[in-house]
């Protein structure tokens, strides 16, 4: 079992910046990869970037460029840490985000989800 928990949500104008946290715990060994998907009202649960355990990245096309994913690989047996770092938000960023950790076997634990309010 894993228990994912997300923080670092809130509200910001368009062109601000808000970071989110993301820690995992429980059987950490074998999670790879992590990370952050987003989910507008009405719409459907989208990818925003993933980091596997060596460090590659993937960005959807709407944040690359603004958004940076980060992991902490300090040899930490209790827990994963993974930041989102947002920069240059636009009101179309605006959704509850959501930290995703999926074990090698293909299992795949949710976070509670983080609300992010872009709007001046």
């Known amino acids: 079992q894993v228990q994912v928990v997300e923080s670092g949500g809130g509200s910001v104008q368009p062109g601000g910046s808000l970071r989110l946290s993301c820690s995992a715990s429980?059987?950490?060994?074998?999670?790879?990869?992590m990370g952050w998907y987003r989910q507008a009202p009405g719409k459907q649960r989208e990818l925003v970037a993933t980091?596997?355990?060596?460090?590659?990245?993937?960005?959807?096309?709407s944040v690359k460029g603004r958004f940076t994913i980060a992991r902490d690989n300090a040899k930490n047996t209790v827990s994963l840490q993974m930041s989102l770092q947002m920069n240059s938000l636009r009101p179309e960023d605006t959704a509850t985000y959501y930290c995703?950790?999926?074990?090698?076997?293909?299992?795949?634990?949710w976070g509670q989800g983080t609300q992010v309010t872009v709007s001046s």
């Open positions: 995703r950790a999926r074990q090698t076997d293909g299992v795949v634990y």
């Open positions: 980091i596997t355990s060596g460090g590659k990245t993937t960005y959807s096309d």
């Open positions: 429980g059987s950490i060994f074998r999670i790879d990869p």
